[in-house]
């Protein structure tokens, strides 16, 4: 799952390990994970905690996601793309599904204003994604003979 990083400027991974029914699906199991919020206090929900999901049905490899009008509120320190990407990128991660359509009560929503339309499909994108340290390979230290 993606959420928002501690400056709210980008997106960091959390591993999260749901159990569900076998017959919930993986997308909506997802979704509702997000709308929950993080477990780590490092990281930050991306959306309003009241916000609700409609529903969420996969076609042809794009995930529908219908959530009601509270999604659309912007949240103090979290940048809108970071937002819209926090579904996109947890759900693309999923393997049956390529590009995700956001929906707002049932209606495709154009949001041309900002930097992220979310009336039409969109794909992951990595670049809004934390990325780690580098940081060098432990190595074992080998005592030598010589």
Do not use: W
Request: glycine share 4%; charged share 25%; with cysteine.
């Amino acid at each position: 799952l993606f959420f928002a990083s501690s400056d709210g400027q980008q997106l960091a991974e959390e591993d999260v390990l749901v159990h569900y029914l076998n017959t919930a699906e993986v997308s909506k199991v997802v979704m509702e994970s997000l709308v929950s919020g993080p477990l780590s206090a490092a990281l930050n929900r991306t959306f309003p905690e009241d916000t609700k999901l409609n529903s969420v049905e996969i076609k042809n490899g794009v995930c529908y996601v219908d959530m009601n009008s509270r999604f659309l509120d912007q949240l103090d320190g979290i940048a809108y793309n970071v937002k819209i990407y926090s579904v996109v990128n947890s759900l693309c991660a999923l393997e049956d599904i390529d590009a995700v359509q956001i929906q707002i009560d049932g209606e495709v929503v154009s949001t041309s204003d900002e930097a992220v339309d979310i009336g039409q499909p969109l794909e992951a994108d990595a670049d809004v994604v934390v990325k780690d340290a580098d940081t060098p390979p432990v190595v074992e230290n080998q005592e030598s003979d010589e």
